[in-house]
């Protein structure tokens, strides 16, 4: 294959991927646009070891076997509300992919003799530096997100100053790549290149992801994306493999602008995000909410506030049953714990008897609704909701003062007032749902610990038009169910 055609074919490849990242905006195409990219992807792989004269090499075909077979498995076994944690594990080992590419280029393994080598040495140091911060920050991600690694923002002493030196200390190794030719010692140099980056560049991915909270961790996920692909787009650089640069850019471009989407959302500027500024509060109270309560306070503390919900109101199964009966508009807003639930199916039942009852119902979706974007947009598309009756916030916020009735399912920050004027803490400024300025509202979470921000909603303590069934969303959704029988 000449060069010419390769580089055409790499250019069709390219405008079949961003097609396919189109039409996956959109529900109706969105498989379609999946599959197109998926198989764009695919033809890369085979055009690439064409290209190189490689095709012929048994062992590439027994590792592509092998990925897909995992691969298979995984998209088989993981489950809905994992795929956060796995998108987060898939952006690290895509910079993982690329910082072996820097390695092996750095080292000279597999490939000729570059005709720029500073160029080669420089590009292959700064995507093992980029590919391992992904890496790292994505394992971060995907550990507070199972939680298995705390999912407040962890502060070191000086974690700034261990952040600013890491910075200075991995621009001094890429300004040491520039003259690597020039020492007498080429493989010695080479050694330190390699320690310093890997070491360097591991303890800064991880200590910038530490410190960022879990209400942020949507935005968090979708940079790392971006950076897997710049990481990518890099090691093209140093391999001169000019489909890896093209296809690199396509990611680092697209998940960067979903970034920069989901700061506007927020209200937040993505520098006081990764320095943990808008995870962290400076009273001491709301700082001791990030900690999650024991099973058993969580258990006494819902039986004293289902006492005082008792005391404060006097409504019957029955009130209940005409308030949704008569309602003729509704806001459903679904949140992280409906997805722990897996409680869209009922969900969906449950609007489907408010619109047999001749109620309209629609979605509020926030845009960090869940643990990743477009967590809950996927959840209630499992559950065959009309993807037309999804709104996003600032289409639906208006509407919930004229709202009769609004269900809340396992949602807490994307709803606290306390972000319009509780200034000391995490939230304060990121645009929430208006859910409190409807009259009735029945809120089905597990208890009334604080979200991922840590604060309290003074929404639960409303004592008039706000209706607590606390508990596993499935069984509170039942309940609202069976109040149509």
């Known amino acids: ?156 002493k000086k974690h700034s100053l261990i952040l600013n030196t890491g910075i200075l200390i991995l621009f001094l190794t890429l300004l040491f790549t520039l003259f690597i030719e020039q020492f007498g010692d080429r493989e010695l140099s080479i050694a330190l290149i390699l320690l310093i980056g890997i070491g360097i560049s591991s303890l800064f991915g991880y200590a910038f992801a530490i410190r960022v909270g879990g209400a942020d961790m949507p935005i968090t996920i ?92 006097t409504k019957t199964a029955a009130d209940y049953a005409t308030i949704l009966k008569t309602a003729k508009s509704v806001i459903i807003v679904p949140g992280y714990g409906m997805a722990l639930a897996q409680a869209q199916h009922l969900v969906r039942q449950l609007a489907d008897k408010l619109e047999n009852n001749g109620a309209e119902v629609k979605y509020a979706i926030h845009p960090v609704a869940g643990r990743m974007p477009g967590h809950m947009n996927v959840l209630l598309a499992e559950a065959d909701v009309p993807y037309e009756k999804l709104y996003e916030m600032d289409t639906i916020n208006d509407d919930f003062s004229t709202t009769d009735v609004t269900i809340v399912v396992g949602a807490n920050d994307v709803l606290n007032p306390s972000a319009r004027d509780a200034v000391d803490t995490p939230i304060y400024g990121m645009p929430v749902l208006n859910v409190d300025k409807c009259n009735e509202i029945f809120i089905c979470n597990f208890d009334l610990t604080p979200g991922y921000s840590g604060v309290e909603n003074p929404l639960y303590k409303r004592n008039d038009g706000v209706h607590l069934f606390l508990g596993d969303a499935k069984e509170s959704l039942e309940k609202l169910i069976s109040f149509f029988y």
């Open 1 to 156: 294959m000449g060069t010419t055609l390769y580089i055409i074919i790499c250019i069709a490849l390219s405008v079949l991927i961003l097609l396919g990242i189109s039409m996956m905006s959109k529900v109706k195409t969105a498989k379609i646009g999946n599959l197109l990219s998926a198989a764009s992807l695919l033809m890369g792989v085979i055009i690439t070891l064409w290209y190189n004269e490689i095709i012929s090499i048994l062992s590439i075909y027994v590792y592509i076997l092998i990925g897909l077979i995992v691969g298979g498995f995984l998209a088989q076994r993981v489950k809905m509300i994992q795929m956060p944690q796995m998108v987060a594990l898939l952006n690290g080992l895509g910079g993982f992919a690329s910082a072996l590419v820097g390695v092996l280029s750095l080292l000279g393994i597999g490939q000729t003799e570059s005709k720029f080598p500073t160029f080669t040495n420089f590009t292959a140091t700064l995507a093992i530096i980029i590919g391992l911060i992904t890496l790292f920050g994505s394992l971060v991600a995907a550990g507070k997100l199972h939680k298995i690694l705390p999912q407040k923002p962890v502060v070191w």
């Open 222 to 313: 979708s940079l790392l994306n971006s950076l897997s692909g710049v990481a990518g787009a890099i090691a093209g650089m140093a391999i001169g493999d000019i489909l890896l640069v093209s296809v690199g850019g396509i990611v680092g471009a697209s998940g960067l602008f979903l970034t920069q989407i989901m700061c506007q959302s927020m209200n937040r500027k993505l520098m006081d995000i990764l320095a943990g500024k808008t995870s962290v509060s400076t009273s001491t109270q709301n700082t001791s909410k990030f900690e999650n309560e024991e099973t058993e306070q969580k258990e006494t503390e819902k039986l004293n506030v289902e006492e005082k919900n008792e005391e404060k109101t």
